[in-house]
């Protein structure tokens, strides 16, 4: 069993930045990917990145050259950096990590307006 804490959302500008954490802990030598997803009101939940154990990246067309994904495997963190945030960025954004099965965090917000 994994277990994920997300945090570092909030209330951002368009144009600004935000940076989000996930914490690991658990069962964590079984996973050999993690994500991060959004889901906005009304909409599906969505993929907007992905990286593997070691280190391929993947990313929505929809953040590609704005969001990057990272982990620190000393910390047990995976990490979103979003910049030149939009509106449409707007949404709950949940941390995945697949092992024996997908185990989710419990979401945080991220809310991009003026």
């Known amino acids: 069993q994994v277990q994920l804490v997300e ?28 994500g991060w997803y959004r889901q906005a009101p009304g909409k599906q939940r969505e ?5 593997t154990n070691i280190g391929n990246t993947n990313y929505a067309d929809s953040v590609k050259g704005r969001f990057a994904i990272s982990r620190d ?7 979103l950096q979003m910049n030149s945030l939009k509106p449409e960025d707007t949404a709950v954004y ?21």
């Open 73 to 79: 495997n000393a910390k047990n963190t995976m990490y």
């Open 94 to 114: 949940y941390c995945a990590a697949d092992s024996t099965r997908r185990n989710w965090g419990q979401g945080t917000q991220v809310t991009v307006s003026s």
């Open 47 to 51: 993929l907007v990145a992905l990286i």
């Open 7 to 34: 945090s570092g959302g909030g209330l951002v500008q368009p144009g600004g930045s935000l940076r989000l954490s996930c914490a690991a802990s658990g069962s964590i030598f079984s996973i050999y990917v993690m």
